[in-house]
């Protein structure tokens, strides 16, 4: 899968679909798990209209593996801990992931390190011989999102050629009331 199909093609637009159709939640501070699924929402049904993401799901707290396993991710210190990502994009019926997505309200900066460093995890790749039992690794794209009734800000954590995992910012999406879109 492509990077930029992923980005350009179902997060981006999801995300516009947020705005444009619940808005109403985002500026009256609805809970970030009603915005979450909300997203998921969007984001099934812009990824239903693509015949390459048919058979994928946008599932929100999502928390199993296919053999209704709890998922795990690594902490810092290579501890495997129990994992639940905001929203995790993916075929139910295989372990690898499209997204994993995590979402706060701008003014919420509850666990913020704790999200980033998760994301990180999934998306890297370290040898067979390094992985925990159970951990989910090699998830396609993370996405931190930070989101407000003005403002809209993506973080994208994907690996570079060498199998690194980097952080790069999207330029900030604004929220023109007048045409009730974001823009770039």
């Known amino acids: 899968m492509e990077r930029n199909d992923i980005v350009y093609n179902i997060l981006i637009p999801s ?3 947020l705005y444009e159709v619940d808005y109403f939640n985002i500026s009256n501070g609805v809970s970030e798990r009603n915005i979450c699924a909300r ?3 969007h984001m099934e049904n ?3 209209e693509l015949v390459d993401y048919r058979e994928y799901f946008a599932d929100v707290e999502y928390n199993r593996k296919n053999d209704g396993t709890g998922k795990c991710c ?3 210190q290579n501890v495997a801990r ?3 990502s905001d929203l995790i994009v ?3 019926n295989s372990e690898s992931n499209l997204m994993a997505i995590e979402m706060k309200r701008w003014n919420n900066y509850d666990k913020r390190d704790a999200d980033r460093e998760r994301l990180e995890t999934v998306v890297s790749s370290p040898k067979i ?4 039992k159970d951990c989910v690794y090699d998830t396609s794209l993370g996405v931190f999102i930070i989101y407000s009734p003005t403002k809209l800000i993506v973080e994208l954590y994907e690996k570079d050629l060498e199998g690194n995992v980097q952080r790069n910012v999207l330029p900030p999406f604004m929220y ?3 045409s009730q879109r974001l823009i770039v």
Request: proline share 4%; net charge positive; charged share 30%.
């Open 15 to 17: 995300l516009q679909r």
């Open 39 to 41: 997203l998921s929402h």
């Open 46 to 48: 812009i990824m239903h």
């Open 74 to 76: 690594e902490n810092k």
């Open 82 to 84: 129990p994992m639940v």
């Open 90 to 92: 993916h075929q139910r």
């Open 129 to 132: 011989n390094k992985r925990k």
């Open 176 to 178: 023109d009331a007048t």
